[in-house]
């Protein structure tokens, strides 16, 4: 990583609030650079606390798009950090208005050009493509990381059409510890614990909604740009990671957006490309983005609109590993998506028709639905998994290049009216070891629509067809590749109550592989990454031995399995403007091996923020638990509050929601 400390421009830095329509003000950072000409403005518009959370992030991007003629600015949306208001769900119908009311103050201010980007990872990237929908006139072009156009079946919260038990309840927890988190008084003063516990009052865990709306109905297609591409006028860079659970929205903007699109999917995970967080290689994003801005902003003919509508990174056969500082592999370009270098290879299944019930643990070994570049967080050796499932092998005379979305048939007949189908390619060296390359889940309900229930007819044998993830991979001569299809895949996918697998007949059963023509491009290349002075932040040492980040407990006598994760989010620091900051949680999935509805996640987080000179030291425990039985979902929610050793706010929440899909 290259420290630029010399730029074009000199810079400097505020705070200011942004006045909206109803007198609420959002709390806002900019850095400008110091010149008379009015610069475009970029948004970044998080509710994750830019004078903390994301501070040392901040420093690496904003600083440095200032120093190259930008005005550059984080904002905190209602209800969140330093910003007034109370909170809402996530992407609500006031979070994307007040986003157009922030995009055109910023074109409104004297040193503005009145020409506004907008850019983000996850959520940011996410409320980008949401505001461009909403199309105010000074937006003009956004660049999307890590985000979805389709809040329900590419998010944190559905797979298939079945729940995902991993990370709809991790996120709603963590979203929980998050928002019940005060302002600072260092920058909001005395009104500080009012603003606290209005907010708190008006939290209401949002587990509750998304378990309420289990098929992909009007809730979720509010905030899905696939609902209407054509809304978008903006110009969008999408970008992605092939170790990203996002990446298959890069492949549909590209194919679906109707102005200026360019998509780019890297080896990456859950992280901007230039962080160099595992696994690499990273690029030099900035610069980049940089090219995106100064033509689209700037009117400057950089070269980004010459460049392949597509560049992907198509990996190299690996061992199976949790982490790979670099993946080996190249670049790729395509002109379009679907690519006219792709063409389809059927492979198709043999043998005679077998039952699929795997054990409902099937799925330990799944890796992190986020990966962030810790050391646990991909899939080990799949060798235990597809011990679990059905295979089926095909050999690999010469090298495979896949780009795109595999896709299965499986022929299925069920003695159940429910039901889940997981599908994983993995790539098998000689010796026996299984990489996975891709998966993808069907709720057999939602066999034909994520918007509507049909129960398996019992007894009947149909034909389904999914798709996996989008991947990029090279299966090299003497490999094989396998398709493993199982019944179960805990926690990522939450149990049927009434599953009892299916029976799987190879005879009109196949996987599809997109199989991609001609060789890698060395032409494509990025500078290295290049970031500015990084925010001076202290990690100070602790004397506590580190929990493992990912750990399977298993209770032999019982039967029951437990997956403990640490998510690695922060832990303990302190920033240069003296708060000292800790957090720290934990995470557990519980379930036996023959009884899906023995199924149970639990999330405790515990955070401190404390400011020895202003005497304030503040606490949030939270705690949140989901349980199920054959007609409900059970959610329990805790959150503790606390001022010194004064309890500010303490409720509980518990709630059953009938299981209508998931």
């Known amino acids: ?105 910023l074109a409104e201010q004297p040193w503005c050009s009145g020409k506004v980007g907008m850019f983000g990872i996850s959520w940011g990237g996410f409320n980008s493509l949401q505001i461009a929908a909403l199309a105010p006139e000074p937006l003009k072009a956004i660049i999307t ?13 559905y797979m298939g059409g079945s729940v995902l038990a991993v990370d709809m309840h991790a996120w709603a927890a963590t979203m929980l510890a998050f928002v019940s988190r005060p302002p600072d008084p260092l920058f909001v003063g005395d009104r500080w614990r009012q603003m606290w516990v209005d907010r708190l009052e008006a939290v209401d865990p949002f587990i509750h909604t998304w378990l309420d709306h289990q098929t992909r109905d009007a809730y979720w297609q509010h905030g899905s740009v696939c609902e209407d591409y054509s809304a978008i006028g903006a110009a969008v860079l999408a970008v992605g990671g092939f170790h990203d659970p996002y990446r298959d929205t890069v492949l549909r903007l590209v194919e679906q957006l109707p102005g200026d699109v360019r998509g780019l999917i890297g080896p990456w995970s859950h992280q901007y490309p230039d962080r160099g967080l595992p696994p690499g290689p990273a690029i030099g994003f900035l610069q ?33 590993a949790t982490v790979y500082d670099e993946l080996p592999g190249g670049w790729v370009g395509d002109p379009s998506w679907p690519s006219p270098n792709i063409t389809t290879t059927s492979y ?21 639905y986020f990966p962030f570049g810790n050391d646990a967080d991909l899939p080990p050796d799949q060798r235990d998994e597809d011990a679990k499932s059905a295979c089926f092998e095909f050999e690999v005379p010469s090298a495979v290049r896949i780009l795109g979305r595999p896709q299965v048939t499986l022929r299925l007949r069920m003695d159940a009216p429910t039901g889940q189908a997981i599908a994983r390619v993995c790539d098998v060296a000689p010796d026996g070891s299984s990489t996975l390359v891709t998966r993808g889940a069907l709720n057999l309900s939602a066999r034909n629509g994520r918007d509507q229930v049909e129960p398996w007819p019992v007894g009947a044998t149909e034909d389904v067809t999914f798709e996996l993830n989008a991947i990029g991979h090279t299966f090299p ?29 190879p005879a009109g059963s196949a996987l599809d592989l997109p199989v991609r023509e001609g060789d890698l491009d060395p032409s494509i290349t990025f500078p290295a990454p290049e970031q500015s002075a990084p925010l001076e932040v202290v990690y100070p040492a602790t004397l506590d031995e580190p929990r493992p980040e990912r750990l399977v407990v298993r209770d032999v006598a019982k039967g029951e399995w437990r997956l403990e994760v640490d998510p690695r989010y922060g832990g303990t620091r302190v920033y240069p403007d003296g708060l000292e900051f800790t957090e720290d949680a934990v995470e557990a999935y519980t379930i036996n091996e023959s ?4 199924a149970r996640t639990r999330s405790d987080w515990t955070i401190r923020l404390h400011r020895p000179e ?32 004064e309890v500010v706010f303490h409720r509980t929440w518990e709630k059953r929601i009938p299981r209508t899909a998931g």
């Not at 990381?145 to 919260?157: E, G, M, P, W």
């Open 145 to 157: 990381v890590c985000s979805a156009d389709d809040r329900y079946d590419n998010d944190v919260h």
């Open 348 to 368: 198709a299944l043999q043998g005679a028709p077998l039952v699929v019930d795997s054990p409902q643990h099937t799925g330990l070994d799944a890796g992190r």
């Open 1 to 105: 990583m290259q420290i630029r400390t010399s730029f074009p421009y000199e810079t400097t830095h505020e705070d200011v609030r942004v006045p909206l329509p109803d007198g609420t003000k959002l709390y806002a950072r900019i850095w400008r650079p110091v010149t008379d000409e009015p610069v475009p403005a970029l948004l970044e518009y998080l509710p994750y606390r830019l004078s903390d959370w994301t501070a040392p992030r901040d420093a690496q991007r904003h600083p440095w798009y200032a120093g190259h003629g930008y005005a550059s600015v984080r904002v905190d949306v209602r209800g969140h950090g330093n910003s007034e208001g109370l909170p809402g769900d996530e992407y609500d119908a006031v979070e994307l208005a007040d986003g157009v009311e922030v995009v055109n103050w």
């Open 595 to 598: 009884d899906p509805l023995s």
């Open 288 to 320: 980049e983005t940089l090219r995106w801005w100064d033509h689209h902003l700037k009117g400057v003919d950089t070269g980004i609109m010459s460049e392949p509508k597509l560049r992907s990174w198509i990996s190299d056969s690996h061992p199976p």
């Open 477 to 505: 001569p003497g490999h094989r590749i396998r398709l493993a299809v199982s019944s179960a895949y805990w926690p990522w996918i939450w149990p049927q109550a009434d599953s009892a697998g299916f029976v799987l007949d």
């Open 614 to 645: 202003l005497a304030w030291d503040v606490r949030v425990e939270s705690r949140s638990e989901i349980t199920c039985d054959a007609t409900d979902f059970i959610t329990s929610n805790e959150v503790v509050c606390k001022e010194g050793g």
